[in-house]
């Protein structure tokens, strides 16, 4: 069972990425799943999660509100996080997160989530 987050790169502000969260040993499709990120010195911060199905929508934080999103494409077992109008605080590492539980916000305690992939740096500079 493992999740694997990747996409990462640099880019300069205004520019966009698209990450990816692929799970291998099981279905992502019935899970909440979360992105997050980490400052070095910082809180991780809840980013944006899409719930379960009998849910369905997304949530995001204020920050990214506008600018991100998430999605799910069942078929590959991907969960996407859109990132557009990258700003340099937008830097830090980025970690997808699935919980079994209906989950509708993104400030949910980590403790909600199963799964957790490893992160993809994303860097954000002029």
């Known amino acids: 069972v493992q999740l694997q987050a990747s996409g990462g790169g640099s880019v300069q502000p205004g520019e966009s990425l698209r990450l990816s969260c692929i799970a291998s040993?099981?279905?992502?499709?019935?899970?909440?799943v979360a992105w997050f990120r980490q400052v070095p010195g910082k809180e991780r911060e809840g980013v944006a999660c899409?719930?379960?199905?009998?849910?369905?929508?997304?949530y995001y934080a204020d920050s990214v509100k506008g600018r991100f999103t998430i999605s799910r494409d069942n078929a590959k077992n991907t969960v996407y996080l859109q990132m557009n109008s990258l700003k340099p605080e937008d830097t830090a590492v980025y970690s997808c997160?699935?919980?079994?539980?209906?989950?509708?916000?993104?400030?949910?305690?980590?403790?909600?989530?199963?799964?957790w992939g490893q992160g993809t740096l994303v860097t954000v500079s002029s």
């Open positions: 997160a699935a919980g079994s539980s209906l989950i509708q916000s993104t400030s949910a305690s980590a403790s909600a989530y199963n799964y």
């Open positions: 040993g099981f279905t992502l499709d019935p899970y909440t």
């Open positions: 899409i719930s379960v199905p009998s849910d369905g929508n997304s």
